[in-house]
């Protein structure tokens, strides 16, 4: 369970939020909505714990995630505006390199055929520079598949990608919940999980 | 030796005082004029942005 | 009494406080200046070595002592800024490091000086003098990251990184300088310690009172202006007579 | 397979690096042209006399190092951190710091290294003779690792920074002076026939010291860069 208890970040001298409180339980996906500015990726960014919050805390099981330290990792994904993929690389190398930095040996097989669910078979073995941008985000997105992380935190998931592929994600997120995962995200695009209720929080 | 070698060794004091005692005052003056300037602008500054706030 | 130092580490407080020590301390400097040049200049002797140019050093030596405390100093308060999170130390490092960069540079520029008379060069690579070289350059590190840095509190952060690492260098970079400087046999700033006379002492302890205390003067005179650039946000700044007027 | 060692860790992130270093290996080349490149203007400006040369390489040598890692240092994390893979080896379950030993490791290897076995070569070039040249190279194997730690602090401080690179060498420059010093001074003394194991026993000491306390501040000073 992840709560967030009366948190407040700010950018510079400009507060972005303050006494931001919710809660997230197994099988709960949250969007937080905002104009641009409004502190989305910072929020998103205090929860991974790249940015430290002025006031407040965010709790994971009961416990602050101050103090669970490196631990805590281990429990979350993060996908963020960047992709994280190497150009150099290929697609098989740079999910098989995200999925070991986050503990997860995976097997040539194993990471082929995340890939083909992402519709990018026979392009595991090209360097991603030859790819296209949509291309890339799905080699990007393919960790959600690999990944054993209860809780998702995804900025802008959907960008970039065609119909096919923002259907695909709803089908992984609805699996992911229906697992007793948990997801928060940010999108300019409408999501729409079957059977689950998109709870919102919206920063103003 | 060169002219100022020899005016050195023929007027040490002077030396001293010039070259050590007046630059190190110079420095310290020069100092003492940054932080008041420094406080004029942001004072200023901070002025324009109240005035700035107000009128919205 | 106890004296509530948490009530002082508030930027309001202090920036009051500042405002009330500052003439005090610009004072009192300016006094002891006065006393210590007379007493350098008209009652210490002339040594029998070096002549007149010795006075140099009752500038020389203290400038010297002070860029390195004030070093320290500013590494002590980055320090508590990073760990403790308080606003106020990181204001005070970021304040001290122009006045140590002075400092230094004023101990290198009068040990040039003084090299000239001495060995008839300007500048020889004497263990002091290239220590204090290097950390003229550190305070300019420390300075150029704070300054190239948007985002204040990014800023203070990692220049207070800087300096800490530095700190701990510093002791390094003397001790290597040092070997260095008698392994190829380089000159040494010496002031013919045997027969330091009492009044060469007295100048030299009294103009290092009035350094400590200009240097007091001018920080807390510059921490006044970052607070209130800070703190520019804040009511209590809105509110002071000086900002209203 | 759940939980990955420390050292695995470690593996994975030299590993890793290593494979992109391979994939580009024309900085590599780079920078080990600079390098060469540097040292070989020195007797253009100084002049042909072997007796002067022979006495300014071990100099020469090292000024040259140090600037040659300033450059390579400047790539360090930023590749990294424009693509976004740096926000995920924070996101890692292992401490930050053994992925910044890591890469601190990788970067030796492909920028430092280099420059130690192309040593030799340099010197031949300034007329040192083998026993002085020995000590040279014992001396840049031990120190050029120092010269990344200390380059790692920086590189995690200036990343992202306008002018990053200059400010970098700003920085990084005057902590590596003792570095210089004990690697020249080494030279030195097998030249004028003394031994050289203290200064390479402080060398080693310094070594020991940034292995232990850099990864951690290069990784503070990531997570500070990162906000």
Same mark, same amino acid.
């Given at each position: +369970?992840?709560?967030?208890?009366?948190?407040? $970040?700010?950018?510079?001298?400009?507060?972005?939020?303050?006494?931001?409180?919710f809660e997230l339980h197994p099988g709960q996906i949250m969007q937080v909505q905002g104009e641009n500015g409004s502190g989305k990726t910072t929020l998103l960014r205090t929860l991974c714990g790249f940015v430290? *919050?002025?006031?407040?805390?965010?709790?994971?099981?009961?416990?602050?995630?101050?103090?669970?330290?490196?631990?805590?990792?281990?429990?979350?994904?993060?996908? #963020?505006?960047?992709?994280?993929?190497?150009?150099?690389?290929?697609?098989?190398?740079?999910?098989?390199?995200?999925?070991?930095?986050?503990?997860?040996?995976?097997?040539?097989?194993?990471?082929?055929?995340? @890939?083909?669910?992402?519709?990018?078979?026979?392009?595991?073995?090209?360097? $991603?520079?030859?790819?296209?941008?949509?291309?890339?985000?799905?080699?990007?997105?393919?960790?959600?598949?690999?990944?054993?992380?209860?809780?998702?935190?995804?900025?802008?998931?959907?960008?970039?990608?065609?119909?096919?592929?923002?259907?695909?994600?709803?089908?992984?997120?609805?699996?992911?919940?229906?697992? #007793?995962?948990?997801?928060?995200?940010?999108? =300019?695009?409408?999501?729409?999980?079957?059977?689950?209720?998109?709870?919102?929080?919206?920063?103003? | 030796?060169?002219?100022?070698?020899?005016?050195?060794?023929?007027?040490?004091?002077?030396?001293?005082?010039?070259?050590?005692?007046?630059?190190?005052? @110079?420095?310290?003056?020069?100092?003492?004029?940054?932080?008041?300037?420094?406080?004029?602008?942001?004072?200023?500054?901070?002025?324009?942005?109240?005035?700035?706030?107000?009128?919205? | 009494?106890?004296?509530?130092?948490?009530?002082?580490?508030?930027?309001?407080?202090?920036?009051?406080?500042?405002?009330?020590?500052?003439?005090?301390?610009?004072?009192?400097?300016?006094?002891?200046?006065?006393?210590?040049?007379?007493?350098?200049?008209?009652?210490?002797?002339?040594?029998?070595?070096?002549?007149?140019?010795?006075?140099?050093?009752?500038?020389?030596?203290?400038?010297?002592?002070?860029?390195?405390?004030?070093?320290?100093?500013?590494?002590?308060?980055?320090?508590?800024?990073?760990?403790?999170?308080?606003?106020?130390?990181?204001?005070?490092?970021?304040?001290?490091?122009?006045?140590?960069?002075?400092?230094?540079?004023?101990?290198?520029?009068?040990?040039?000086?003084?090299?000239?008379?001495?060995?008839?060069?300007?500048?020889?690579?004497?263990?002091?003098?290239?220590?204090?070289?290097?950390?003229?350059?550190?305070?300019?590190?420390?300075?150029?990251?704070?300054?190239?840095?948007?985002?204040?509190?990014?800023?203070?952060?990692?220049?207070?990184?800087? %300096?800490?690492?530095?700190?701990?260098?510093?002791?390094?970079?003397?001790?290597?300088?040092?070997?260095?400087?008698?392994?190829?046999?380089?000159?040494?700033?010496?002031?013919?310690?045997?027969?330091?006379?009492?009044?060469?002492?007295?100048? +030299?302890f009294i103009m290092l009172a009035a350094c400590w205390l200009y240097a007091i003067a001018i920080v807390l005179a510059r921490v006044r202006s970052v607070i209130l650039e800070r703190e520019r946000q804040t009511?209590?700044?809105?509110?002071?007579?000086?900002?209203?007027? | 397979?759940?939980? @990955?060692?420390?050292?695995?860790?470690?593996?994975?992130?030299?590993?890793?690096?290593?494979?992109?270093?391979?994939?580009?290996?024309?900085?590599?080349?780079?920078?080990?042209?600079?390098?060469?490149?540097?040292?070989?203007?020195?007797? @253009?400006?100084?002049?042909?006399?072997?007796? +002067?040369?022979?006495?300014?390489?071990?100099?020469?040598?090292?000024?040259?190092?140090?600037?040659?890692?300033?450059?390579?240092?400047?790539?360090?994390?930023?590749?990294? =951190?424009?693509?976004?893979?740096?926000?995920?080896?924070?996101?890692?379950?292992?401490?930050?710091?053994?992925?910044?030993?890591?890469?601190?490791?990788?970067?030796?290897?492909?920028?430092?290294?280099?420059?130690?076995?192309? %040593?030799?070569?340099?010197?031949?070039?300034?007329?040192?003779? +083998?026993?002085?040249?020995?000590?040279?190279?014992? #001396?840049?194997?031990?120190?050029?690792?120092?010269?990344?730690?200390?380059?790692?602090?920086? *590189?995690?401080?200036?990343?992202?920074?306008?002018?990053?690179?200059?400010?970098?060498?700003?920085?990084?420059?005057?902590? $590596?002076?003792?570095?210089?010093?004990?690697?020249?001074?080494?030279?030195?003394?097998?030249?004028?026939?003394?031994?050289?194991?203290?200064?390479?026993?402080?060398?080693?000491?310094?070594?020991?010291?940034?292995?232990?306390?850099?990864?951690?501040?290069?990784?503070? *000073?990531?997570?500070?860069?990162?906000?």
């Open positions: +369970m992840l709560e967030v208890s009366n948190l407040a $970040c700010s950018r510079g001298d400009q507060r972005l939020f303050s006494g931001l409180s430290s *919050a002025d006031e407040g805390y965010v709790a994971w099981n009961g416990a602050q995630v101050a103090s669970l330290g490196d631990a805590f990792h281990a429990e979350i994904l993060y996908l #963020g505006h960047l992709n994280a993929i190497k150009d150099d690389l290929s697609a098989l190398e740079n999910l098989k390199i995200s999925a070991a930095f986050s503990g997860i040996t995976l097997q040539d097989a194993a990471v082929k055929s995340a @890939l083909r669910r992402l519709g990018l078979k026979g392009r595991e073995l090209l360097p $991603c520079k030859v790819l296209s941008q949509g291309q890339r985000r799905r080699v990007a997105l393919a960790r959600l598949l690999v990944s054993d992380a209860r809780l998702w935190i995804l900025d802008e998931p959907l960008a970039a990608l065609d119909v096919r592929a923002v259907a695909l994600i709803q089908e992984l997120i609805a699996e992911h919940l229906s697992g #007793g995962g948990m997801a928060i995200f940010t999108t =300019h695009q409408p999501l729409q999980i079957d059977g689950m209720t998109v709870r919102t929080l919206a920063l103003s | 030796m060169t002219g100022l070698d020899i005016w050195m060794r023929e007027n040490p004091l002077t030396y001293v005082w010039l070259g050590s005692y007046a630059f190190a005052l @110079l420095i310290f003056v020069v100092e003492l004029v940054l932080v008041r300037h420094k406080r004029k602008l942001t004072l200023e500054q901070i002025r324009l942005l109240r005035e700035a706030g107000e009128e919205d | 009494m106890a004296i509530n130092w948490f009530k002082y580490s508030a930027p309001s407080t202090f920036y009051a406080l500042a405002g009330k020590l500052i003439p005090w301390f610009a004072i009192s400097a300016a006094m002891l200046f006065a006393v210590g040049l007379y007493i350098g200049f008209f009652v210490a002797p002339v040594d029998y070595q070096q002549g007149e140019f010795y006075r140099i050093i009752f500038i020389h030596v203290p400038a010297s002592i002070l860029s390195m405390f004030l070093y320290l100093v500013m590494a002590v308060y980055a320090a508590l800024g990073l760990i403790f999170n308080t606003r106020l130390s990181a204001m005070m490092a970021t304040a001290i490091a122009p006045t140590g960069a002075l400092f230094a540079f004023i101990s290198l520029w009068t040990g040039a000086l003084w090299g000239k008379p001495m060995w008839g060069a300007w500048w020889v690579w004497d263990a002091r003098l290239t220590s204090e070289l290097i950390l003229l350059f550190l305070y300019l590190g420390y300075m150029a990251l704070h300054s190239s840095i948007d985002d204040p509190r990014r800023a203070d952060r990692a220049s207070a990184l800087l %300096a800490i690492v530095g700190s701990v260098n510093v002791p390094i970079i003397y001790f290597s300088v040092k070997w260095w400087n008698t392994l190829h046999q380089g000159s040494t700033i010496k002031f013919s310690g045997t027969s330091m006379h009492v009044a060469m002492q007295q100048a +030299m009511k209590w700044v809105a509110e002071l007579p000086e900002v209203r007027a | 397979m759940k939980e @990955l060692t420390l050292f695995g860790m470690l593996k994975l992130v030299v590993q890793r690096d290593m494979t992109l270093a391979m994939r580009r290996r024309a900085d590599v080349l780079t920078t080990l042209i600079f390098f060469v490149m540097v040292v070989s203007l020195f007797p @253009l400006g100084v002049g042909p006399e072997m007796e +002067m040369l022979r006495k300014i390489a071990p100099g020469v040598l090292w000024v040259a190092a140090l600037l040659a890692s300033m450059l390579s240092l400047g790539r360090l994390f930023s590749a990294d =951190h424009q693509d976004g893979t740096l926000e995920q080896m924070m996101l890692t379950p292992q401490p930050l710091a053994v992925i910044v030993l890591g890469k601190i490791i990788a970067h030796w290897m492909v920028s430092g290294l280099p420059l130690v076995l192309i %040593a030799p070569v340099l010197g031949i070039q300034f007329d040192m003779q +083998m026993e002085t040249l020995g000590i040279l190279i014992l #001396g840049l194997l031990l120190g050029t690792p120092v010269l990344s730690m200390i380059g790692g602090i920086g *590189a995690a401080l200036t990343l992202g920074l306008r002018g990053g690179g200059v400010l970098l060498s700003l920085l990084v420059l005057p902590l $590596c002076i003792p570095i210089l010093i004990f690697g020249t001074a080494a030279v030195d003394a097998v030249a004028t026939g003394l031994s050289p194991v203290s200064h390479l026993s402080l060398l080693g000491a310094l070594l020991v010291l940034a292995l232990t306390f850099a990864p951690w501040v290069a990784a503070q *000073a990531l997570r500070i860069s990162m906000e």
